[in-house]
């Protein structure tokens, strides 16, 4: 629920696969489901990666063997990740004759137009090189046993950064996400959080380490 001390979320699997999609046996039960029972079940899941996407921690997921399918969904709504040499990622749905809908506006938005269309109409797993240059993971290591020392590293980094600055970065980005005004409405709504992160008392404290040639009070090796 965004509780102010947490800081950081890290996501892994637990055995082979980090997350190897929905129960194919319980998605074709649905069958016998009303639409509108489906669309209830979706919006649960949907209700997930919203939060996940829109969380104001920062999110860190590592991914072992396989992601499909909502599996790849769920890893493209956090801030960081990480794979190893064996990771394969697919929108995997295409296969069994459905759509990676729900999924979709989050992968959209971690890998633009095209490549959601051509991952989601080919539906074939990607390799941990191939998802690192299209961007749907962050950081590639050997094995999972690596998992924890690239984990603590990115966790460093983050608390040396402002956590209202990492906060509000997030939700910075998800205003543009969202926008709906003109374009004019949007540059001085930037201009009205610039002035109120430098006049914070975050911003102050960042400002005034920097100048003093200190660390920042929320700085991790304090």
């Known amino acids: 629920n965004g509780e102010p001390y947490l800081r950081v979320i890290a996501l892994t699997g637990d055995g082979k696969h980090f997350c190897a999609g929905a129960d194919i046996s319980w998605m074709q039960a649905s069958g016998a489901q009303t639409s509108e029972q489906n669309r209830n079940d979706a919006a649960r899941l949907d209700r997930l990666f919203n939060s996940l996407w829109s969380h104001p921690c920062f999110t860190i997921g590592a991914v072992q063997g396989v992601a499909l399918g909502g599996g790849a969904g769920l890893i493209a709504c956090l801030d960081h990740v990480i794979g190893e040499s064996r990771t394969k990622i697919a929108l995997s749905e295409g296969k069994l004759g459905i759509l990676p809908a729900v999924i979709g506006p989050y992968v959209y938005r971690r890998l633009g137009s095209a490549q959601t269309r051509r991952l989601a109409m080919l539906a074939k797993r990607i390799g941990v090189e191939e998802a690192l240059r299209l961007g749907m993971i962050d950081e590639r290591v050997e094995s999972p046993e690596q998992f924890s020392e690239a984990i603590q590293g990115v966790v460093t980094e983050v608390l040396t ?46 400002l005034s380490s920097f100048i003093e040639r200190r660390p920042p009070a929320w700085n991790s090796e304090d």
């Open 161 to 206: 950064t402002g956590p209202s600055a990492v906060a509000e970065a997030k939700h910075l980005v998800l205003q543009f996400d969202r926008w709906k005004g003109s374009d004019e409405e949007l540059r001085q709504w930037t201009l009205d959080k610039t002035s109120e992160m430098r006049g914070s008392s975050e911003g102050q404290e960042g």
